[in-house]
């Protein structure tokens, strides 16, 4: 069922109660009946086509259950598998120390820039604040 058919069914669906509430209010039984028994015809088919999907989907998730079993059961189970031989030797812990100092020096020169950038900010506003209260 496609989005814009529950859309419909459902709008139905909430149209029929209003003109069964309607004729039950105004006092009109004919109104009253017909509305009702047409609610209850588009629940009725609201509840086959959803059988219906959930059927399908039942046989679509068996197809595609035994479809994964055969390729399991084929398949012959694959030998563990090594590393491939590499040309450069392994990392040391030598290496990443040296490599996780050089990011610590790195980003303490960037905070160092940037305080320093932020303290000669302030010096010019503050320089700029005194020469306004001068003048």
């Not at 629940?43 to 039942?58: F, K, M, P, S, W």
């Not at 040296?98 to 160092?112: E, F, P």
């Given at each position: 069922m ?21 004729g ?9 009946r ?8 588009a ?16 046989q ?6 035994s479809?994964i079993?055969?390729?399991t ?11 491939p031989?590499?040309?450069q ?8 120390i ?15 820039r ?6 000669a ?7 700029d604040e005194r ?5």
């Open positions: 496609k989005s814009r058919k529950v859309i419909v069914g459902v709008a139905g669906i909430g149209v029929l109660t209003v003109a069964s509430l309607v039950t209010v105004v006092g009109n039984p004919i109104l009253e017909v509305a009702s028994t047409l609610l209850l015809a629940v009725a088919l609201l509840v086959l086509n959803a059988t219906v999907v959930l059927r399908r989907t039942e679509q998730a068996r197809r595609n259950r479809a079993r055969e390729r059961t084929h398949v012959p189970r694959a030998k563990e598998l090594k590393p031989a590499s040309s030797p392994a990392m040391t812990t030598a290496d990443l040296g490599t996780i100092r050089l990011l610590q020096a790195q980003y303490v020169g960037r905070l160092d940037a305080q320093a950038a932020l303290d900010a302030v010096a010019r506003l503050s320089t020469q306004n209260h001068e003048d």
